[in-house]
């Protein structure tokens, strides 16, 4: 091999290293340009003597939390990162047949629906339970299955932040049920992305 060849070899090597560099260095500015804005959505809803099946909706307004005020006109996107449900009170329940540790609901949903102003009559789907024990959904906070519909309805929260959850809890395997009183704490983790520039 000439010296005049392996020459132009190391610099075409040495060119494509550095084009390389350059295009992981634009990937960075391309990254850098941009901020994850995490928000924390913390609902309760309550019902006062409900029966099971049944429905219960808790209302909210991004517009009341500072980290959305700063960033919403330069938010670009965003995404559901965690969606959880726990049942924190359910005073006096009368069951068909067994005790609290038997219950188990055939599906607990939970679906999203912007304030009527903003004239989109969508329910979103956001994530839902099946088969799930109501001692489980007692004892801690459960991370739901996300649906599709739940980073549509993100992608929409920007120019229409106000919006009601509703908790929908199906069957009992062992028949109707009813209480005094239900409260579900829901909690979203909203990661919206923003532009730095």
């Not at 084009?19 to 941009?34: G, P, Q, V, W, Y």
Request: charged share 15%; hydrophobic share 40%; glycine share 6%.
């Amino acid at each position: 091999m000439s010296k005049g060849f392996f020459f132009v070899r190391t610099a075409l090597l040495a060119g494509a290293t550095l084009m390389s560099m350059l295009i992981a260095s634009c990937d960075s500015i391309i990254d850098a340009s941009s901020i994850n804005v995490p928000i924390e959505v913390n609902i309760s809803g309550d019902a006062v003597n409900p029966s099971i099946p049944s429905s219960d909706d808790a209302c909210t307004d991004l517009t009341t939390q500072s980290a959305f005020n700063d960033n919403v006109a330069r938010i670009r996107g965003g995404r559901v990162s965690d969606l959880t449900l726990r049942i924190t009170d359910l005073t006096n329940p009368v069951f068909t047949s067994g005790t609290l540790s038997t219950q188990v609901f055939s599906r607990v949903t939970l679906t999203l629906r912007f304030d009527q102003q903003y004239g989109d009559a969508r329910v979103y789907t956001l994530g839902e339970f099946t088969n799930v024990s109501l001692a489980d959904l007692m004892s801690q906070p459960r991370s739901l299955v996300l649906h599709s519909d739940a980073n549509d309805a993100i992608g929409k929260m920007t120019s229409q932040p106000k919006f009601c959850v509703t908790v929908s809890y199906g069957s009992l395997a062992s028949g109707p049920a009813s209480a005094d009183y239900i409260r579900a704490a829901l909690a979203m983790t909203l990661t919206f992305e923003a532009r730095t520039l």
